[in-house]
C-alpha cells in the first residue's frame, strides 16, 4: 500500500479508504470511530481523540496527513457527542454527570485497539480530550508509548479567579435547576455569543469554515454549549489531576502544544503540568495561535506538526 503522499486532500469529504464503523461500550453505548487502513509497513499507531462538542471530521486533514506518514490511524467521537449520541436533555446541550464516563469509555477502547495496532502507539488528543487522556494515563488506564496533546484543557480562565469558587458556583447552579440545563447560551463559553467564533478557534477562516461545511452535510454532527452538569463534572476531573503528585508519577513522554493567547483553556495549568511531568515537551505560542492549534494557519500548524512529528521520532520511534 502506498502512502499517497502526492495525492491532493478535500478537507470537507471523507476519505474513501476510511472506514467508519462503531464501538460499544462495555455498558453497550455505541461510540463511532473512523479507522484508516493499516499501511502493509506501519510507522506505528495513532489514536486521535477530539475536544469539547468536536467532531473528528474537523481533524481529517491532520489524520490523513499522519495516515500518509506511515501510522496505522483510528480516531473516536466521545460518548454525548458527534455521532455517538447524546447524554444531555436536547439533541445539541454537551453533558456529562461524571468525566469518569468517559475514562472508562477511552481504557475499554485503547484495550481493544491497542490489541489490533502494530508498535509503537501513540494517544493524540484535543482540549477536552486532551484532559482526557492525560488523566486516563496519569491513572494507569492507558498505555501508550507516547501522548500528545493538543492545547489540553487542564483548567478554566480567568487564571486569576480563587480556585474555590468555580466548583462552588458550579454545584449551586445544579442544586438549584437541572444539572443537564445550558451553562451559557452560544457554543464555546459565555462571552463567545458578543465574539466571533473564528477568534477563539484558528486565525484559517478556510479550516474555520471546514465545520460548518461538516455540520452541513451532517447535521447530526451539531453541538451546542456544556450543560451545568458538565461544568461541575470538568471541574472536578482537572482538580483531580492538577496535582504535581499526580503528574509526577507520570514517566511517559508527553508533548503539549499551547498558546498564552488560548481563550478556552488555561495557559497557566498547561504550564504547570509541563513542569510537573517528569518528560514533558512544552511548545508554547503567542498571539499567532488560538486554541485549535492543528487547524490554524500554515505558519503555525507546520510549525505543530513539524514539533511532534521530532517528538515521536524520539520518544517513540519506528519498529523494524
Not at 154 to 175: E, K, Q, T
Request: neutral net charge; contains cysteine.
Amino acid at each position: 500500500m502506498t502512502t499517497g503522499m502526492d495525492r491532493p486532500f478535500d478537507r470537507r469529504a471523507m476519505p474513501a479508504h476510511c472506514v467508519e464503523a462503531m464501538w460499544a461500550a462495555a455498558d453497550g453505548w455505541r461510540i463511532r470511530r473512523v479507522d484508516w487502513p493499516v499501511p502493509a509497513q506501519p510507522r506505528g499507531a495513532l489514536l486521535f481523540a477530539p475536544g469539547r462538542g468536536d467532531c473528528l471530521e474537523k481533524y481529517l486533514e491532520t489524520l490523513e496527513g499522519w495516515w500518509r506518514q506511515g501510522w496505522a490511524v483510528t480516531a473516536l467521537d466521545w460518548r454525548g457527542q458527534a455521532l455517538s449520541g447524546r447524554l444531555g436533555r436536547d439533541a445539541t446541550s454537551g453533558h456529562v454527570d461524571d468525566f469518569a464516563v468517559w475514562i472508562d469509555d477511552l481504557a475499554g477502547f485503547w484495550a481493544d485497539w491497542a490489541a489490533t495496532r502494530p508498535q509503537p502507539q501513540v494517544l493524540v488528543a484535543h482540549s477536552m480530550g486532551g484532559h482526557l487522556a492525560l488523566r486516563a494515563l496519569a491513572e494507569g488506564r492507558v498505555a501508550p508509548t507516547a501522548l500528545v496533546l493538543s492545547a489540553p484543557m487542564l483548567g478554566f480562565l480567568p487564571d486569576w479567579l480563587p480556585r474555590w469558587l468555580l466548583p462552588l458556583a458550579a454545584g449551586v447552579m445544579c442544586l438549584i435547576g437541572d444539572p443537564r440545563r445550558p451553562a451559557w447560551d452560544s457554543n464555546e463559553k459565555p462571552q463567545a455569543g458578543r465574539l466571533d467564533r473564528a477568534q477563539l478557534l484558528t486565525h484559517d477562516a478556510e479550516r474555520y469554515a471546514d465545520e460548518q461545511a461538516w455540520r452541513a452535510q451532517r447535521p447530526a454532527l451539531e453541538m451546542g454549549p456544556a450543560t451545568w452538569g458538565w461544568l461541575r463534572a470538568a471541574i472536578a476531573s482537572t482538580r483531580r489531576i492538577d496535582r504535581r503528585a499526580v503528574l509526577a508519577r507520570v514517566t511517559t513522554p508527553v508533548f503539549i502544544a499551547a498558546t498564552r493567547a488560548d481563550g478556552l483553556v488555561s495557559p497557566a495549568a498547561i504550564r504547570r503540568a509541563a513542569a510537573w511531568l517528569p518528560q514533558a515537551e512544552l511548545l508554547l505560542f503567542g498571539p499567532e495561535a488560538r486554541h485549535e492549534l492543528l487547524r490554524e494557519a500554515d505558519p503555525v500548524r507546520d510549525r505543530v506538526l513539524g514539533a511532534i512529528d521530532d517528538f515521536l521520532d524520539r520518544a517513540a520511534p519506528a519498529r523494524n
